[in-house]
């Protein structure tokens, strides 16, 4: 599925993505400053997280809680300086959890995830308008 979408519209797009995917991992990639994080602030308040919600950066996950209770996990991979860092933080027990798993720059642990997750590409199509792709 594509969708060119403006910033201003990640509500619509966020409620789309959620509609969509039937697991609870999903990969986000992109450039650099093409607004994952942007993204996943918009699904995070769709889902109904209480939380403030950033980038993990240099924590490389933050954990957040729903109104429902529920936890979601929010990676970032970006500054993952080898795979023996994810199994550091506990990446095996994140995935397996059941919980939503949000994974920006998820190339460095690829070979560790499960089966069915689904692929989110964005794509800069100028200034304010982005190109999405969710692969399942």
Request: charged share 25%; hydrophobic share 40%; net charge negative.
């Amino acid at each position: 599925m594509e969708i060119e979408y403006s910033l201003t519209e990640l509500d619509q797009v966020s409620k789309i993505i959620l509609d969509h995917c039937e697991v609870p991992v999903l990969l986000f990639n992109a450039p650099m400053g093409a607004g994952k994080t942007t993204l996943i602030k918009a699904l995070c308040e769709t889902i109904g997280v209480r939380d403030s919600v950033s980038s993990p950066t240099f924590s490389l996950v933050n954990t957040y809680k729903t109104l429902q209770d529920q936890l979601l996990f929010h990676f970032d991979f970006y500054r993952l300086n080898s795979i023996d860092e994810a199994f550091d933080i506990g990446i095996e027990e994140y995935l397996d959890s059941g919980h939503r798993c949000l994974i920006e720059w998820p190339d460095m642990i690829r070979t560790l995830l499960p089966a069915s997750v689904h692929e989110i590409r964005i794509e800069i199509l100028g200034q304010e308008s982005r190109k999405l792709t969710l692969d399942k």
